[in-house]
């Protein structure tokens, strides 16, 4: 049973690009979450999504935004790259319907320069 | 403004005794509480969850307590082993999925 997937898992971008992360969620999930976790932070809920559509968002910008397909995986893209988005993001997978559990993958490490 | 926090980033502790990880919280709407532990390299792995109905949840060597009225929860590991060496990861919910977490506390148990 294939867990949470992500790629890539290593990226480097420049100041002022685009980025897409992927993520396949757990077999069986239909909700994904997106956390962004900044050295030495905890993870921070960046938004989640559920039936195609962003159901809750954190405080982030609107450079933030993703995506959700029919199969359940998502995309999380940032535009206009900043050098305070270096960080490791999270996907996290669930079922809508139970509160709390989520199953994380192991990652995509954006560095910006 | 931090509504979750772990005060402590760093606990050492003997192998076979108990480890005691603390975490504060301010948000009175959370009602759901959870620890994940987090490896190197790896994504954060759920470990025990506790709801505000309740003040405590054992799990094996893992129990959550719950003080609603501190609003003060803590993790216990005993006995502590080598394998729990990771960081130790509080987050907490007001029920609608979105998890708040706190930085993290970095366990080293010594053999």
């Known amino acids: 049973d294939a867990g949470v997937t992500q790629s890539p898992t290593h990226l480097i971008k420049t100041r002022g690009q685009q980025v897409t992360l992927r993520c396949s969620p757990k077999s069986g999930h239909d909700t994904v979450s997106w956390y962004q976790q900044a050295l030495g932070q905890g993870p921070q809920f960046i938004f989640q999504?559920?039936?195609?559509?962003?159901?809750q968002r954190g405080n982030f910008p609107d450079r933030f935004s993703g995506h959700q397909f029919p199969n359940y995986s998502s995309e999380l893209n940032v535009n206009a790259l900043l050098l305070g988005d270096s960080a490791l993001y999270l996907c996290?997978?669930?079922?809508?319907?139970?509160?709390?559990?989520?199953?994380f993958g192991e990652g995509s490490r954006l560095t910006v320069l | 403004d931090q509504q979750v926090k772990q005060n402590s980033p760093s606990l050492s502790v003997q192998e076979g005794r108990i480890s005691i990880l603390n975490c504060d919280y301010t948000?009175?709407?959370?009602?759901?509480f959870l620890w994940y532990k987090k490896y190197p390299a790896e994504g954060p792995t759920f470990l025990i969850s506790i709801s505000s109905i309740k003040d405590k949840n054992e799990d094996g060597r893992f129990t959550v307590f719950l003080n609603k009225s501190a609003k003060h929860l803590s993790l216990h590991i005993v006995p502590s082993q080598p394998g729990d060496s990771a960081v130790y990861f509080c987050a907490a919910s007001p029920g609608f999925y979105q998890l708040t977490f706190g930085k993290g506390t970095k366990l080293s148990v010594i053999p």
């Open positions: 948000n009175s709407m959370f009602d759901y």
């Open positions: 996290a997978s669930s079922l809508y319907s139970l509160t709390g559990e989520l199953f």
């Open positions: 999504y559920y039936e195609e559509e962003e159901r």
